[in-house]
């Protein structure tokens, strides 16, 4: 099979170095990327005459018809046959439109044309993963309205802390999806770069034209030192960073859903088309595409942990070793779209058990804050407050009392601030909405919060 160098070569390669060392399983996924390189690559070299326009429009066509060709087909056929994409475009080419397609990789070497395929293909990637992230905000959004008013019990150190609203819980991670969108539009700046004319890494003597390059491949900047442009991954390693962070809080998202879905807390319904059965115990309806998340989160960490380690110790410029940047991170890419769609979808058909999440704030001890800002508010100082609530608790919890139902001589025993009022406070209803900080549960700011989102999310 015909390759992209040889004249220096009297021996074939070892067919265990081929299997070894070709990429076409995975550059594959560069195909329409490094086509649509291909093409404004062609018309540049029209314009500065090294192709005469005859040759511009056979090598065109010829592209277009491979473009045709391998639509909507695997790669995986021509595996064993083709080094990489490069060499599979530029054969398939050569077989079809003969002399003029040797031209077609003037001035230019496959470390600058990895790149920037890579750099083309990661720019829609982020666009698809960013469009994705927006809907699963989307579906966060509705089940928070879905939610309503209810509350559950808010949690610290996964013990029971104070009531907060389900809904206040669930944007919660609408925020911080938010942020990871705005550091995926960062990234998308530093990938947004064009390497081409790096050449294989000095830059080259031919006329080449970058800005029409750029201008052609939509890269809004010309990379400013050519060893950069053909050795630098740090793009992938920024979004590979970005994703890591992002798959961290869709881990987090994921254990509360299993917690919610675990009979003890039975606050969720899963739709039976997104939850799985046990081979063995017939009752069983398991919340698998959860915990497959937060599985995947830590191989995603991996990725980049890989990518980094590869890079390290790497002299510049181009080295074989970059060819390690692909596997992992199109692979971390790859999860995402397909974590985020599913989410959603499932996040979507999620039910509430309303009682459920009723019951859960029954339970006194949950008031106990509320009563200790009573005391602040009738000026005990907090730290003697403090200390009078937690007696208050103990003897709830010696006697076997509810603080709900102490009489007004027991809370002045504790206390003489108390009044008949501290009976009031043992309600999740009024303890969300004694709440008065920006960005607390109280339901009139998460009703506002979930306007913003919409306008934000529409
Ligand atoms: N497959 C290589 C990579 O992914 C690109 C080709 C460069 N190969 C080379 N021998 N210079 O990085």
Known sequence: MKKLWGGRFKKEMHPLLKCFSYSLATDGALLESELSVNRAWVKMLGRIKLLTGREVSALLKGLGALSREFSGKAVCEYLKDYEDVHTLIQSKLEDRIGKAAKKLHTGRSRNDLVVTSMRLYIKEKIKSINGRLAGLERALISLSEKAGGAVIAGMTHLRKAQPVLMAHHLLAYVE???????RLGDVLKRVDVLPLGSAALAGSSLPLDQSFLARELGFSKIVSNSLAGVSDRAFLTELLSVLAILW???????????LWNSENFGYIELDDAFATGSSLMPQKKNPDVFELIRGRSGVVFGQLQALLTVQKGLPLAYNRDLQEDKPGAFDAVRKT????????????????NFQRM???????ALFATDVLEYLVRKKVPFTEAHETVGKAVRYAQETGKRMSDFAIQEWKRFSKAFG???????????????????????????????????????
Request: hydrophobic share 40%.
């Open 176 to 182: 911080m999806l938010e942020e990871d969108r705005a």
């Open 248 to 258: 961290m809080h869709l881990s987090r998202l994921s254990e509360d859903f299993i």
């Open 337 to 352: 779209e397909a974590a985020l769609e599913l989410l959603a979808l499932t996040l979507g058909s999620t039910a509430f």
């Open 358 to 364: 009723k019951s859960s704030v029954d339970d006194d």
């Open 420 to 458: 008949q009022d501290v009976r009031q406070l043992f309600r999740a209803e009024v303890s969300v909405n004694a709440k008065k900080t920006i960005g607390s549960t109280n339901p009139s700011q998460v009703k506002k919060q979930i306007q913003r989102w919409k306008k934000i999310l529409k």
